[in-house]
């Protein structure tokens, strides 16, 4: 197996050129995102033909972050979400069966990973677009959960946590809850300063099209 070379900036990395990085040195580029870090840099490295040249640039590092924070939200989303059916649409059954063919040929065909991502950025489009008008149903959540986790063996950049039960003490929910009356009567100077208050305490309120989202830093 024959790979391309590692560039930097579109240059060969040295310590001569100033453009030699280690981990470490990435992670103190970006402290507060250490964990984030790893799991993008493995996107990077799936969204390039491995034959070809790989070019790091913190722009494209920075970029694959925003990437793996969105599927992060997307399976937030999941966790929040409330199916009001249970049955699998046979449209759904068919682009889910067409998404599984499509990653697992991009595989075979010289571990294409570019073009498997294409499959699962197409499959979170199609949740996220479900969820938004409410007709993903029970049995679709729970395929698109294995069908994601499956993948993700595969992958490794998405965090399986996110899905775990994380009780939120009633203090949080009452100051979440606050924040958003506050924000609906367009009181923002005190929807901010309650933002703040639920920070204070170790969480993190984050808005979103099904509600606000709390989560423990």
């Known amino acids: 197996m024959h790979t391309g070379h590692l560039l930097v900036d579109g240059k060969k990395m040295s310590k001569s050129a100033g453009n030699f990085y280690r981990m470490r040195d990435i992670e103190e580029k970006f402290p507060d995102k250490k964990p984030?870090?790893?799991?993008?840099?493995?996107?990077?490295?799936?969204?390039?033909?491995?034959?070809?040249?790989?070019?790091?640039?913190?722009?494209?590092?920075?970029s694959a972050m925003a990437t793996v924070t969105s599927l992060d939200n997307t399976i937030?989303?999941?966790k929040a979400y409330t199916p009001k059916n249970t049955k699998v649409r046979r449209e759904f059954r068919d682009k889910l069966q067409e998404s599984m063919l499509l990653f697992v040929e991009a595989l075979e065909n010289d571990i294409d990973t570019v073009v498997a991502m294409t499959a699962v950025f197409e499959l979170i489009t199609i949740i996220n677009r479900d969820i938004d008008d409410l007709s993903l149903t029970t049995k679709e959540t729970s395929s698109v959960i294995e069908i994601l986790k499956s993948w993700d063996s595969v992958m490794g950049i998405i965090d399986w946590s996110l899905l775990e039960n994380h009780t939120?003490?009633?203090?949080?929910?009452?100051?979440?809850?606050?924040?958003?009356?506050?924000?609906?009567?367009?009181?923002?100077?005190?929807?901010?300063?309650?933002?703040k208050e639920i920070e204070i305490h170790g969480y993190t309120v984050t808005d979103s099209k099904d509600g606000p989202i709390l989560e423990k830093k």
């Not at 790893?38 to 590092?61: I, P």
């Not at 009452?174 to 009567?185: D, F, S």
């Open 36 to 62: 984030l870090i790893y799991r993008a840099f493995r996107m990077m490295c799936l969204q390039n033909r491995y034959r070809e040249n790989f070019n790091f640039t913190f722009d494209r590092l920075e």
């Open 76 to 78: 937030k989303r999941i």
């Open 168 to 195: 939120i003490p009633a203090e949080i929910q009452k100051l979440a809850l606050a924040r958003q009356v506050a924000k609906e009567e367009k009181d923002f100077a005190k929807s901010d300063n309650l933002r």
